[in-house]
């Protein structure tokens, strides 16, 4: 066992037999021969040479000094997976892997196969169309490190003296980008105009295209349905109409009430890749959906 192995004194673990052995630092009869051995890590024990006892520190200053070691759960112990070869890593009984390209061994995160275990795991977020758990972006411990090592996904807030994720750069396709709401695709994933006003009531509403939505306490889009219980305010707007009991756009609030009626190509073109699309009529169905999102629909059934 590796864990009574590393505990011994007298004994070391060998990741490339994946057995334990006689330490090295007992073949050294001398102080200053010992205290040379800095790769074995040998201390001279006051009659003899051994392997300097790890992480044994008693407060967490102390424990993370120490390149060896690490403090977690309350108490210091041994840095997980820190092997030099392949074959020590993958065989660590903690989780490891071996990365082929630096040639470092690392402990597997967020390897939850759940949504609920996955985000009491404050290094993990659980993405729901995968479905998978991943290490959470943005994960750096200051403010030079967040804004310098990934310009543009990283930004720090000062409120909280965190490093968080830059709004809607997490989502790297489009159907991900949908499911948020504050967020929009163009070619990526970009925060919807309004939201750069964040809660600040005044100046949302002081920008025609924008209204403060106090239920969810953040800027949005302008939207003349949202007045639907409250005449006042609809006829307040400029940019809304009333017309029977309906508040809509006033770009169009005076226009007769109209069928749209719509012809799709059929023919062999439409089964071609367009753009990002793998096909003619996904290229369409976006379209349409943003054309549907500025028209002041009734929503009768045709």
Same mark, same amino acid.
């Given at each position: 066992? !590796?864990?009574?192995?590393?505990?011994?004194?007298?004994?070391?673990?060998?990741?490339?037999?994946?057995?334990?052995?006689?330490?090295?630092?007992l073949k050294h009869c001398g102080e200053p021969e010992?205290?040379?051995?800095?790769?074995?890590?040998?201390?001279?024990?006051?009659?003899? $040479?051994?392997?300097?006892?790890?992480?044994?520190?008693?407060?967490?200053?102390?424990?993370?000094a120490d390149t060896d070691c690490e403090f977690r759960?309350?108490?210091?112990?041994?840095? !997980?997976?820190?092997?030099?070869?392949?074959?020590?890593?993958?065989?660590?009984?903690?989780?490891?892997?071996?990365?082929?390209?630096?040639?470092?061994?690392?402990?597997?995160?967020?390897?939850?196969?759940?949504?609920?275990?996955?985000?009491? *795991?404050?290094?993990?977020?659980?993405?729901?169309?995968?479905?998978?758990? @991943?290490?959470?972006?943005?994960?750096?411990?200051?403010?030079?490190? $967040?804004?310098?090592? @990934?310009?543009?996904?990283?930004?720090?807030?000062?409120?909280?003296?965190?490093?968080?994720?830059?709004?809607?750069? @997490?989502?790297?396709?489009?159907?991900?980008?949908?499911?948020?709401?504050?967020?929009?695709?163009?070619?990526?994933?970009?925060? !919807?105009?309004?939201?750069?006003?964040?809660?600040?009531?005044?100046?949302?509403?002081?920008?025609?295209?924008?209204?403060? *939505?106090?239920?969810?306490?953040?800027?949005?889009?302008?939207?003349?349905?949202?007045?639907?219980?409250?005449?006042?305010?609809?006829?307040?707007?400029?940019?809304?109409?009333?017309?029977?009991?309906?508040? !809509?756009?006033?770009?169009?609030?005076?226009?007769?009430?109209?069928?749209?009626?719509?012809?799709?190509?059929?023919?062999?073109?439409?089964?071609?890749?367009?753009?990002?699309?793998?096909?003619?009529?996904?290229g369409l169905m976006e379209v349409l959906k943003v054309?549907?999102?500025?028209?002041?629909?009734?929503?009768?059934?045709?």
């Open positions: 066992d !590796k864990t009574v192995c590393n505990g011994d004194a007298g004994c070391v673990w060998f990741d490339t037999t994946l057995s334990c052995g006689d330490s090295p630092c010992c205290s040379a051995d800095t790769g074995n890590k040998c201390v001279w024990a006051g009659a003899y $040479c051994e392997k300097k006892e790890l992480c044994k520190y008693t407060n967490a200053t102390a424990c993370d759960d309350g108490v210091c112990k041994d840095k !997980k997976c820190k092997h030099a070869t392949e074959q020590g890593c993958v065989a660590d009984p903690d989780m490891c892997a071996w990365d082929n390209i630096d040639g470092t061994c690392a402990e597997i995160t967020c390897n939850w196969d759940n949504a609920d275990q996955c985000e009491l *795991d404050t290094k993990c977020r659980w993405k729901p169309l995968v479905p998978k758990c @991943e290490p959470r972006l943005c994960q750096y411990p200051n403010q030079t490190a $967040c804004e310098t090592t @990934e310009p543009g996904l990283c930004l720090w807030e000062n409120v909280t003296s965190t490093c968080v994720t830059a709004p809607c750069k @997490e989502y790297q396709s489009e159907l991900e980008c949908h499911q948020d709401d504050s967020c929009e695709w163009t070619t990526t994933c970009v925060p !919807k105009y309004c939201e750069r006003y964040g809660q600040d009531e005044n100046a949302c509403n002081s920008d025609t295209q924008c209204m403060y *939505d106090a239920s969810r306490l953040k800027c949005v889009t302008k939207d003349c349905g949202a007045f639907q219980n409250d005449t006042c305010r609809c006829q307040k707007d400029p940019d809304c109409f009333w017309d029977k009991g309906t508040c !809509k756009t006033g770009k169009n609030g005076e226009c007769p009430t109209l069928d749209i009626v719509l012809l799709v190509d059929g023919s062999a073109s439409m089964s071609q890749t367009f753009g990002r699309h793998p096909h003619g009529f996904y054309w549907a999102r500025g028209l002041t629909l009734s929503g009768e059934r045709a």
